[in-house]
């Protein structure tokens, strides 16, 4: 069941991060950010009455809370890297460094998937390697470009602590530490907005798909949420960080970007990488 949810948080994940990209192109990326936490928020609040109450202790409401923070800055970073630069490199770079912190993080605290899992972790390194190889237009040759890869791979790790603090909050908590976290990266973006006085977008075909982007990321960490209650971190993590897939997908379909060779071969390893911590 860990592994089903797993995927279907990666499915979630990366549509989330194809709409609010594609919002963070045409508005400040922190407006969107703080959009799409909001429409999260408001989805969270509407399911939880139907759920089963639940003790949520101290330790779980720091963990969700620690996990707000690192989530709305994540969110914020993320959509600025997708927003700049090729999606289809952004996307897994990020998603890479965003399951190997929480999967290093699970090894760290006892987790012991088994030898494949450590020798997926260090093929997903080899991933990055390829999937950050582009050629461009003007270029003799073929070139190693770090520019979009770096801001990528700190965006991950930061994104990486939500998770990491998330499954913290434990596996007895429910959905309500994610209720904890929301109601902490709202205000912090809130404050964010203010200080930098940017504007919130009230164009409707601007708000429409930052508030499905926060549907969508909100059910993603539900998912998420619930697969790290039952199975290791390590491996959901790993599972969850295929969901670049999706944006690529949509990168390709819906605004005509084309991968390299090498970065195809980038993303078959990163796949394989994933299944091999998975197993």
Excluded: C, K
């Excluded at 759920?51 to 202790?57: F, R, S």
């Excluded at 997926?120 to 270029?139: D, K, M, P, S």
């Amino acid at each position: 069941m860990a592994i089903v949810l797993a995927l279907g948080a990666a499915a979630f994940y990366g549509s989330s991060d194809f709409m609010g990209a594609l919002a963070a192109r045409r508005s400040a990326v922190l407006a969107v950010a703080f959009l799409a936490q909001v429409a999260g928020l408001v989805l969270l609040a509407v399911l939880l009455p139907f759920l089963a109450p639940v003790d949520v202790g101290p330790a779980a409401i720091a963990a969700g809370a620690a996990a707000g923070i690192f989530g709305g800055l994540g969110v914020v970073a993320v959509y600025q890297v997708l927003s700049r630069g090729p999606m289809s490199v952004a996307a897994p770079t990020t998603a890479l460094a965003a399951s190997a912190v929480p999967v290093l993080a699970g090894l760290v605290q006892g987790e012991r998937p088994g030898p494949s899992a450590l020798v997926g972790i260090a093929v997903a390194f080899v991933a990055v390697t390829l999937i950050t190889r582009e050629r461009h237009e003007h270029a003799v040759a073929t070139g190693w470009s770090l520019r979009p890869v770096l801001p990528a791979l700190g965006a991950g790790a930061v994104l990486g602590l939500f998770f990491v603090f998330l499954h913290a909050s434990g596996d007895d908590a429910g959905l309500w530490p994610l209720l904890v976290a929301r109601m902490t990266s709202v205000p912090v973006l809130a404050a964010l907005l203010l200080a930098r006085r940017v504007s919130v977008p009230h164009d409707r075909s601007l708000v429409a798909p930052v508030l499905v982007s926060g549907a969508l990321d909100m059910g993603a960490n539900v998912l998420f949420l619930l697969a790290s209650q039952r199975g290791m971190l390590a491996v959901v993590a790993a599972l969850t960080g295929l969901y670049p897939a999706a944006t690529i997908v949509l990168a390709q379909t819906r605004l005509g970007e084309r991968l390299q060779p090498v970065q195809f071969a980038g993303l078959a390893v990163a796949g394989v990488a994933a299944v091999m911590v998975a197993a």
